[in-house]
């Protein structure tokens, strides 16, 4: 179980330019996770390479018979090669919907938005629909997922962006070779290590000037000289580059870094939790959760403690149906709620609410179903 790097997430993308300080309203911002919908099925393996999907009630819909399942909205994709380089692609109930001869890039999950997934075939890449039938055909050397209708290819050294159709529609001044994805209406491009922003005419509107560029939730956090700062979209500054890192936003506030320690910001970059902690995760979903030395516990977003800063470890994810995986140990897991009452004791080796009153355990080698007040609602075979 690892917490998320906030530094790491917002030096990986990249940035824009800026004079004056603008003045600034505080504003608020999407709750992270709190449009994902809770799955219906999860992939479980009986063997290494007996892997199938089981639903909310634990009933095989998958069968355990492939090398794995990938599963991300209604797409459910298995490899059908020790290759993994063909791939099937299943509805609901585990039927066949179709297959193809593809490469798939998979990091934590598969890439699919908007009903589209991008895949290689033919060392072209091109998109896919829950079937595995290309929809946009293979003929780019590179392809992001979709975002807004749009996505950023790359074809014969040159990158723009197209429509779920695959035709051209923006495409930025030329020299620009690292496009991110559009949000309200203007997009990080990067250029010899500089970063800038064009407008949906492709039209720069904010010169490479920046060492880095983070669109987040209508936010632009901005890296220049090391520090990182909050841009309009002109590429003026809201709040100067006086920060160590700006982690995402979330209800309206992000954990950020000064110095050493780690507090919480509104959008325009005003301090509305002092920056006093070793470490700080944002308000998810719930409480945010903060870190003095080893030890972990629950803020509200005026600062007040929930729980005392006492827990070995408290996860890092979304919470899900106001709860959150802790730990007094690190060597068993159970739930706490929102007001940091503990839910499911710390039994388990891994305890996760999945969403929609379901949480999935781990005790030894087999794997629970349970309900939100711990009972069973099935035990599936160890892997």
Not at 171 to 179: E, R
Request: aromatic share 10%; hydrophobic share 40%; net charge negative.
């Amino acid at each position: 179980m690892h917490l998320r790097l906030f530094l790491s997430l917002v030096a990986l993308i990249p940035a824009a330019a800026a004079s004056a300080q603008q003045a600034c309203t505080p504003s608020s911002t999407p709750v992270i996770g709190a449009d994902d919908p809770a799955p219906a099925l999860f992939s479980h393996c009986v063997e290494e390479t007996k892997c199938g999907a089981v639903d909310r009630k634990g009933e095989w819909k998958v069968p355990p018979k492939f090398r794995d399942v990938l599963i991300k909205d209604d797409f459910i994709v298995v490899p059908e090669n020790d290759d993994w380089t063909k791939y099937g692609f299943l509805g609901a109930n585990g039927e066949s919907l179709g297959s193809g001869e593809y490469t798939i890039s998979v990091e934590e999950d598969l890439p699919v938005s908007e009903g589209l997934l991008p895949v290689v075939s033919g060392e072209k890449a091109g998109y896919v629909d829950k079937t595995g039938k290309l929809r946009v055909p293979a003929e780019f050397d590179y392809g992001a997922a979709f975002v807004d209708g749009l996505a950023a290819v790359e074809q014969d050294g040159k990158h723009f962006y197209i429509d779920t159709a695959g035709k051209t529609v923006v495409a930025p001044p030329p020299g620009f070779d690292d496009l991110s994805a559009f949000v309200d209406g203007v997009a990080v491009v990067g250029k010899e290590g500089k970063y800038g922003l064009i407008d949906k005419t492709g039209k720069l509107v904010v010169e490479p000037n920046f060492d880095s560029i983070y669109a987040d939730s209508g936010v632009l956090v901005a890296l220049k000289e090391a520090s990182y700062g909050i841009l309009d979209k002109t590429g003026n500054w809201i709040a100067k580059p006086d920060f160590a890192a700006i982690g995402p936003f979330s209800d309206g506030l992000a954990p950020a870094q000064q110095g050493e320690r780690w507090g919480f910001i509104d959008t325009c970059g005003n301090w509305k939790i002092p920056a006093k902690y070793t470490f700080a995760i944002g308000f998810d979903g719930g409480p945010a959760r903060v870190q003095i030395d080893e030890k972990w516990g629950l803020i509200d977003k005026t600062g007040k403690e929930i729980t005392p800063v006492d827990k070995k470890f408290i996860g890092d994810g979304i919470w899900r149906d106001g709860l959150i995986t802790f730990s007094p140990d690190e060597t068993k897991y159970g739930l706490i709620d929102t007001t940091g009452k503990t839910v499911i004791e710390p039994k388990y080796d891994s305890v996760d609410p999945l969403g929609g009153g379901v949480l999935m355990a781990y005790d030894g080698e087999e794997m629970k179903l349970l309900n939100l007040d711990g009972s069973e609602i099935k035990v599936l075979p160890a892997p």
